[in-house]
């Protein structure tokens, strides 16, 4: 006696839409007999967005290269890459902008490839705000509210709650020129929100502002996300913005995606040596696979699992900071500390090793004091260490 699974497509009950029904069938004798068939499972939540080999070219130069992405309804997906990665490209295909070269573009299950921009939906920030000057603030978060001809006084209404919400209440009659970066950046997201968009593109919205501000913001632009349920795509090159308030980062380089997962994900499984050593500090050996088991560098031969690589194989180690100890005797590969940086917290340490290579250690307040010129040896826990092959 055989249970089969058997998915079968069914019209559910929510708005129509085609869902599956497992129907357990017991197979006996040849004979097939439906024996259950339990409560409808909830339907896969339709994704917000759906890229399919999208790409750009302008005359010979791939801006993107045909690229797949699904964005889930709610999520904050961050798009981290160096400049001139076809981040902004990817953003401008999504929001209407630029036309594709090649492939299409789903929204809640639509093709939308041809949809001109104003009818997307889409809410869109830019890093250089682009408010209207001769608009006063409640004129500018107004104007998207206008252009959807909102009555008078549910208009009204949106716009002092978008202002609450950025918390620039009382400032509605001035003009763009009379305020700060920061006031200006908040009342380019109340001009976003206001329209209450499923759908938000920013591109650098953060990256004009300092350090401090840039902090304050990303914590309101958390909460936006959070209170609108929005879902939205962020665009930056700052590998700590995109740590910390990502759902998923999506790592792009040399106009394609280099590695798309969670933040931790990310940091701790860096798929290739050009993603470790974008996100965070990553100290990288590189070397060949010389039997099976063994990883040879200029810094000496290490033990590897010995499933890993054929031999001749190029290969990296890559060992976080946070994993390095130093210890007593030569460990794994002595060094020489040629820096030492205080952090407050923690101090960087910089070690040269034998062949002219410099990693960073770590070392926490309660540790005792290292310094300069001192010859030490480090050592990495196997299971912490990560092989990349080149
Ligand atoms: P990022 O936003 O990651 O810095 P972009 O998407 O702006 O990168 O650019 C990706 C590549 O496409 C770059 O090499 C850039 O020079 C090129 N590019 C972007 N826009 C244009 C354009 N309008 N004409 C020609 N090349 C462009
Ligand atoms: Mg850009």
């Not at 999520?75 to 209407?96: A, N």
């Not at 998923?248 to 969670?262: D, F, H």
């Not at 926490?364 to 260490?385: F, I, Q, Y």
């Amino acid at each position: 006696m055989v249970w089969v699974d058997v998915v079968e497509p069914c019209e559910s009950l929510m708005g129509g839409s085609v869902a599956s029904r497992v129907l357990l069938r017991e197979v006996a004798n040849g004979e097939v007999c439906e024996a259950a068939s339990g409560a409808l499972p909830a339907p896969p939540a339709m994704p917000k967005l759906r890229v399919e080999g999208l790409a750009k070219q302008y005359g010979s130069v791939d801006a993107l290269l045909p690229t797949d992405l699904t964005v889930a309804s709610g999520e904050f997906l961050t798009v981290l890459g160096p400049s001139g990665s076809g981040k902004t490209t990817l953003l401008q295909l999504i929001c209407g902008l630029t036309e594709p070269t090649a492939g299409r573009l789903l929204i809640d299950g639509v093709d939308h490839t041809a949809t001109p921009v104003h009818h997307r939906e889409i809410g869109v920030v830019f890093q250089n705000y682009a408010l209207f000057p001769h608009l006063t603030v409640e004129e500018n978060v107004a104007f998207p509210l206008q252009m959807r001809k909102l009555g008078r006084v549910e208009l009204r209404a949106k716009v002092a709650r978008a202002l609450e919400m950025v918390s620039l209440d009382g400032l509605g009659g001035r003009f763009p020129r009379e305020l700060s970066g920061g006031q200006q950046q908040r009342v380019a997201l109340a001009r976003c929100f206001v329209f209450e968009p499923a759908l938000i593109l920013m591109d650098e919205p953060l990256g004009a502002l300092d350090r401090k501000l840039r902090e304050a913001m990303q914590i309101e632009i958390k909460r936006l996300h959070r209170e609108s349920g929005a879902t939205i795509i962020f665009v930056t090159h700052d590998q700590e913005e995109a740590l910390a308030l990502s759902d998923r980062i999506c790592l792009m380089n040399q106009a394609r995606v280099e590695q798309i997962g969670a933040p931790r994900e990310i940091y701790e499984s860096p798929g290739s040596i050009f993603v470790a050593e974008f996100i965070g500090i990553s100290n990288v050996l590189r070397g060949r696979v010389e039997s099976a088991g063994v990883l040879t560098t200029a810094d000496g031969a290490f033990e590897i699992p010995s499933s890993f690589g054929q031999p001749g194989h190029e290969a990296a180690l890559v060992v976080r900071p946070e994993h390095l100890e130093i210890v007593p005797g030569n460990g794994l590969v002595a060094g020489r500390i040629v820096e030492s940086v205080f952090g407050g917290a923690e101090t960087r340490l910089l070690i040269m090793l034998p062949s002219g290579a410099v990693i960073t250690a770590r070392r926490s307040g309660g540790e005792t004091e290292m310094h300069v010129g001192e010859t030490v040896g480090l050592r990495w826990a196997s299971d912490r260490a990560r092989l990349i092959r080149c």
